[in-house]
């Protein structure tokens, strides 16, 4: 007799489900609408497959990343599981054979996303089927108060006009906000909630305040040797912080949304088979990734919100082992990320230039209604008009979100270049013009292994380097490329743009400007609250997150760097750092940070304190000593 207990033990090898899943299950088996909030790691997607097994007909999973899609597909695949996905470019002829073998096979899951199920073949196509419920992933997507707002999400109400069966939503981190959102927009009927309590008592959250993040990673990695992920805020920013790790004798591999699908699987691969340990990768990095024995996830920059933060931190531990997820920053550091946020997020008057300019650029006349659909270069049209370009994307994203525009990014690919000249030919040529020379050294500073093999590049990064346009880049490449110095592989492949309202430029705006100004108010709070959080070093880590997540716990954590460093409070630091220069006889602030674990801060105040008591000295070198 097939039970959820059955199914568990005979596909996974559990004895017993982890504390919600039983519940959120026979929800479903049952019959009704269910929200569950799990955090990272709490075993969401058993919550459906094994209904999904149990029950009749396909279940028709919506998720929003080709990564995550592919991955879960992957794992249930080995299990001997048959499940398919429809991914882009897939033809209709394709996709009629695709649903004939969803009917006549015993394929139990169909992924898609929630862009693809939009279109009316796709959605007519799933009317012929015999469903078994609806699965809605990262659901938090739904609410523009969510921290992934996708615009696609709002449209999945006619999910109950194709067939009216229950829905599943699930998601890692939610308000009781984005909750209520979610029903709403899903039309639930009568949802049972299922909330497993954001916390983690083998997860100890940990600030480091420290203007050598450099080192305090070697120390970090000197004591442990886990795997580990190291994320970072760009892209450049995880090869060079690989490669520095590497250099000091910690195994790593890099990972970002640049990399090829090889390097990608080459770079996942090592970390798993902990090959290499350490992955240092930007958030691209973590979605549906199964590894239970993570020790340690360090945020080497800081993220944009407290929700972020948790989904990322909470990969560590997840095998109920003590764990620690690590913040390494400084004054300095903050205030890059609060001046970095205020570059990024648009004002409404931002917003309605930045729409203004977009007919400008494609020259529609007022009350216009294009039906066309448009290659749009967001580098060239930035460079036209003088605009920053982060700001802009997230102000197109905005105006996509509240459907005055649709923008799809897939497709894009970046530009390439790889010298095919000899060293010689190229200092030859560097003796003919003064601005290539500059223009070619500036290039081999900026891309290392550019003469080995091709190299990804930014145009408009090289342009601001050098004090250029973006065209006058193009140029100098272009001209570089056809006097056979250099390959140059121009991206031609742009997004692609369809304007979904008439020209009436500030109109436009004006009708939304309420509900706008509310959802950058918004963004700009959830910031703040992060910041508030890593300043905050009062209250236990665990309690102030579980207060912004709406929960009324008490209890300390116990093992947060707050926590511990009440319980050092009554220790005589002095006392320890006299020890350490008795048995040393001398040591740097650092070598004693290195041997204590305080705070960087309260070891300085003890070691002033040591000072003018004329307890210790201080040399030439920085070094203290007893007297």
């Known amino acids: 007799m097939n039970t959820p207990n059955a199914i568990l033990s005979k596909y996974w090898g559990f004895d017993s489900f982890r504390p919600k899943q039983l519940e959120i299950i026979n929800a479903v088996l049952n019959g009704k609408d269910t929200v569950a909030l799990l955090p990272t790691g709490g075993g969401k997607s058993i919550c459906f497959q094994i209904p999904a097994l149990l029950?009749?007909?396909?279940?028709?999973?919506?998720?929003?990343?080709?990564?995550?899609?592919?991955?879960?597909?992957?794992?249930?695949?080995?299990?001997?599981?048959?499940?398919?996905?429809?991914?882009?470019?897939?033809?209709?002829?394709?996709?009629?054979?695709?649903?004939?073998?969803?009917?006549?096979?015993?394929?139990?899951?169909?992924?898609?996303?929630?862009?693809?199920?939009?279109?009316?073949?796709?959605?007519?196509?799933?009317?012929?089927?015999?469903?078994?419920?609806?699965?809605?992933?990262?659901?938090?997507?739904?609410?523009?108060?969510?921290?992934?707002?996708?615009?696609?999400?709002?449209?999945?109400?006619?999910?109950?006009?194709?067939?009216?069966?229950?829905?599943?939503?699930?998601?890692?981190?939610?308000?009781?906000?984005v909750i209520k959102d979610i029903c709403t927009s899903l039309e639930l009927k009568n949802p049972n909630l299922f909330k497993k309590s954001f916390f983690r008592k083998n997860l100890a959250y940990q600030v480091f305040y420290t203007e050598d993040k450099l080192s305090k990673l070697q120390q970090i990695f000197k004591k442990n040797h886990s795997p580990s992920i190291v994320y970072v805020n760009s892209r450049a920013k995880t090869k060079e912080l690989s490669n520095y790790l590497n250099a000091h004798n910690f195994k790593s591999s890099f990972y970002h949304g640049g990399l090829t699908s090889i390097e990608k699987k080459v770079a996942y691969d090592n970390w798993m088979s902990e090959k290499t340990p350490i992955m240092v990768a930007t958030n691209a990095?973590?979605?549906?990734?199964?590894?239970?024995?993570?020790?340690?996830?360090?945020?080497?920059?800081?993220?944009?919100?407290?929700?972020?933060?948790?989904?990322?931190?909470?990969?560590?531990?997840?095998?109920?082992?003590?764990?620690?997820?690590?913040?390494?920053?400084?004054?300095?550091?903050?205030?890059?990320?609060?001046?970095?946020?205020?570059?990024?997020?648009?004002?409404?008057?931002?917003?309605?230039?930045?729409?203004?300019?977009?007919?400008?650029?494609?020259?529609?006349?007022?009350?216009?209604?294009?039906?066309?659909?448009?290659?749009?270069?967001?580098?060239?049209?930035?460079?036209?008009?003088?605009?920053?370009?982060?700001?802009?994307?997230?102000?197109?994203?905005?105006?996509?979100?509240?459907?005055?525009?649709?923008?799809?990014?897939?497709?894009?690919?970046?530009?390439?270049?790889?010298?095919?000249?000899?060293?010689?030919?190229?200092?030859?040529?560097?003796?003919?013009?003064?601005?290539?020379?500059?223009?070619?050294?500036?290039?081999?500073?900026?891309?290392?292994?550019?003469?080995?093999?091709?190299?990804?590049?930014?145009?408009?990064?090289?342009?601001?380097?050098?004090?250029?346009?973006?065209?006058?880049?193009?140029?100098?490449?272009?001209?570089l490329h056809s006097l056979d110095l250099i390959t140059y592989n121009k991206s031609t492949k742009n997004s692609e743009l369809f304007f979904l309202q008439p020209r009436e430029d500030d109109k436009t705006i004006n009708r939304i400007a309420k509900s706008i100004k509310s959802y950058l108010k918004y963004k700009n709070e959830k910031f703040s609250s992060f910041i508030q959080f890593i300043k905050n070093d009062r209250v236990c880590r665990n309690i102030q997150i579980l207060d912004y997540f709406n929960e009324n716990k008490v209890e300390k954590c116990g093992i947060c760097d707050v926590c511990l460093q009440h319980k050092k409070s009554d220790a005589n630091i002095s006392v320890q750092i006299i020890k350490l220069l008795q048995e040393n006889k001398e040591l740097t602030p650092k070598e004693i940070g290195e041997k204590i674990s305080y705070l960087e801060r309260d070891i300085l105040i003890h070691l002033r304190k040591l000072l003018a008591e004329e307890i210790i000295n201080i040399t030439d070198y920085n070094t203290y000593f007893l007297k």
């Not at 862009?115 to 015999?130: A, C, D, G, T, V």
């Not at 590894?291 to 531990?317: C, D, F, M």
């Open 285 to 479: 990095f973590g979605m549906g990734i199964d590894k239970s024995n993570v020790k340690i996830v360090i945020h080497y920059n800081l993220p944009k919100s407290i929700e972020n933060y948790i989904q990322e931190a909470g990969r560590a531990g997840r095998n109920g082992e003590k764990s620690f997820g690590v913040t390494l920053t400084n004054n300095s550091d903050i205030q890059l990320a609060i001046d970095l946020h205020k570059k990024t997020i648009p004002t409404i008057n931002e917003i309605k230039v930045i729409h203004h300019k977009l007919y400008q650029h494609f020259q529609i006349s007022k009350g216009e209604l294009s039906e066309d659909s448009y290659a749009f270069n967001l580098l060239e049209y930035c460079d036209k008009y003088q605009l920053i370009p982060n700001k802009t994307f997230n102000a197109l994203q905005i105006l996509n979100n509240y459907g005055i525009i649709e923008l799809n990014n897939y497709g894009v690919q970046k530009s390439s270049i790889q010298f095919i000249a000899t060293h010689s030919q190229i200092i030859n040529y560097k003796r003919t013009t003064k601005e290539q020379t500059f223009f070619i050294d500036a290039i081999l500073r900026m891309y290392g292994g550019i003469f080995e093999k091709a190299v990804k590049i930014d145009e408009f990064k090289i342009a601001k380097k050098l004090g250029l346009t973006s065209y006058k880049v193009i140029e100098n490449l272009e001209k």
């Open 55 to 177: 029950l009749e007909g396909v279940c028709v999973v919506i998720s929003p990343l080709v990564a995550l899609i592919e991955d879960q597909i992957k794992q249930l695949d080995s299990k001997g599981i048959k499940a398919l996905h429809i991914p882009s470019g897939t033809s209709q002829n394709e996709m009629i054979i695709l649903f004939d073998n969803l009917k006549y096979s015993s394929c139990k899951f169909l992924y898609i996303s929630p862009e693809r199920i939009q279109s009316k073949f796709i959605q007519q196509k799933i009317k012929e089927l015999s469903i078994s419920f609806f699965v809605i992933d990262e659901a938090h997507c739904i609410s523009e108060w969510g921290h992934d707002f996708r615009s696609s999400y709002l449209k999945l109400h006619i999910l109950k006009e194709l067939n009216n069966t229950n829905i599943i939503a699930l998601t890692a981190t939610a308000t009781n906000k």
